[in-house]
């Protein structure tokens, strides 16, 4: 064999090698995605993805808010927290969710018959605490508006119902459609009685969009993982791999009986 032939071979095998290394790395980042993906919301998922987001869980409008109005019925440091179920339950879910979060959904499609359940039973109470971190990350405005918006609803007695159907309407992570505020004035037709003139001015005019930011910032300022996070009387169980509806029931009902 000629001296041109082996360099031609040996030229060829190296191309080939080389363009094995390219699919390994390509096979090795695109694993990276999917479990980045599909696990949690984190405060790092505009790293992993390429994004940067040097303010991450803020919005353009943050630095531009109003004064900061509670949607009725607020409890908690600051009037942070917007409380489902009876005060007098043994037991306390506290749930930091953003609207945009596909992790979020997941839990509540999961976990949602079964906190329906024990909330009306009086044997659970949940706090909901909005966050705005896909808005920071991903860019846009939809987690701030949709959070305003449930707030809006909160106002009106409705949080519980239209919460559900934000979650159930939810965009894919990428589109921000709940920046759109014709968008969520038309979801809350699916909830009798929200859709009324104080509900849409409440939206179009953002009255808690201040009170969105300042609970985000709690959230930053908690150091949290990620969203969701849920705490069952200030025990972190997101992070619980053996957790389920099921066991979730198991402990409320434990600790309902004292």
């Given at each position: 064999?000629?001296e041109?032939?082996?360099?031609?071979?040996?030229t060829?095998?190296?191309?080939?090698?080389?363009?094995?290394?390219?699919?390994?790395?390509?096979?090795r980042?695109?694993r990276?995605?999917?479990?980045?993906?599909s696990v949690?919301?984190v405060?790092?998922?505009?790293?992993?993805i390429?994004?940067v987001?040097?303010?991450s869980g803020?919005?353009?409008?943050s630095?531009?808010?109003?004064?900061?109005?509670a949607p009725?019925?607020?409890?908690?440091?600051?009037?942070?927290?917007?409380?489902?179920?009876k005060?007098?339950?043994?037991?306390?879910?506290?749930?930091?969710?953003?609207?945009?979060?596909?992790?979020?959904?997941a839990f509540e499609t999961?976990?949602r018959?079964?906190?329906?359940?024990l909330?009306?039973a009086?044997?659970?109470?949940?706090?909901?605490?909005?966050?705005?971190?896909i808005?920071?990350?991903?860019?846009?405005?939809?987690s701030?508006?949709?959070?305003?918006?449930a707030?809006c609803?909160?106002?009106?007695?409705?949080?519980p119902?239209y919460?559900?159907?934000?979650?159930e309407n939810?965009?894919?992570?990428?589109?921000?459609s709940?920046?759109?505020?014709d968008?969520?004035i038309?979801l809350a037709a699916?909830?009798?009685?929200?859709?009324?003139?104080a509900f849409?001015?409440?939206?179009?005019?953002?009255?808690?969009?201040s009170?969105?930011?300042?609970?985000?910032?709690?959230?930053?300022?908690g150091?949290?993982?990620g969203?969701?996070?849920?705490?069952f009387?200030?025990?972190?169980?997101?992070?619980?791999?053996?957790?389920?509806?099921a066991?979730?029931k198991?402990?409320?009902?434990?600790?309902?009986?004292?």
């Amino acid at each position: 064999m000629s001296e041109k032939n082996r360099a031609g071979k040996r030229t060829a095998r190296e191309r080939l090698a080389v363009e094995r290394e390219k699919q390994k790395a390509s096979e090795r980042r695109r694993r990276t995605l999917i479990v980045a993906s599909s696990v949690v919301c984190v405060l790092g998922l505009a790293a992993v993805i390429g994004i940067v987001a040097a303010n991450s869980g803020k919005d353009d409008s943050s630095d531009k808010a109003g004064p900061v109005v509670a949607p009725s019925g607020a409890k908690g440091e600051d009037a942070l927290a917007i409380p489902v179920g009876k005060e007098s339950a043994r037991s306390t879910l506290t749930v930091w969710e953003d609207f945009r979060c596909p992790a979020c959904k997941a839990f509540e499609t999961a976990y949602r018959p079964t906190i329906h359940e024990l909330t009306a039973a009086g044997k659970l109470r949940v706090e909901y605490h909005l966050a705005t971190l896909i808005d920071g990350n991903m860019g846009g405005s939809g987690s701030r508006k949709a959070a305003n918006a449930a707030a809006c609803a909160q106002d009106a007695g409705k949080f519980p119902a239209y919460h559900d159907v934000l979650y159930e309407n939810q965009p894919e992570e990428t589109k921000d459609s709940f920046a759109d505020t014709d968008k969520l004035i038309g979801l809350a037709a699916k909830v009798d009685g929200l859709d009324t003139p104080a509900f849409r001015a409440c939206v179009e005019g953002g009255t808690h969009d201040s009170w969105v930011v300042k609970s985000n910032q709690a959230f930053q300022n908690g150091h949290f993982g990620g969203t969701p996070t849920v705490l069952f009387n200030g025990k972190n169980i997101y992070a619980d791999q053996s957790m389920t509806p099921a066991k979730l029931k198991q402990m409320v009902e434990e600790a309902d009986k004292g």
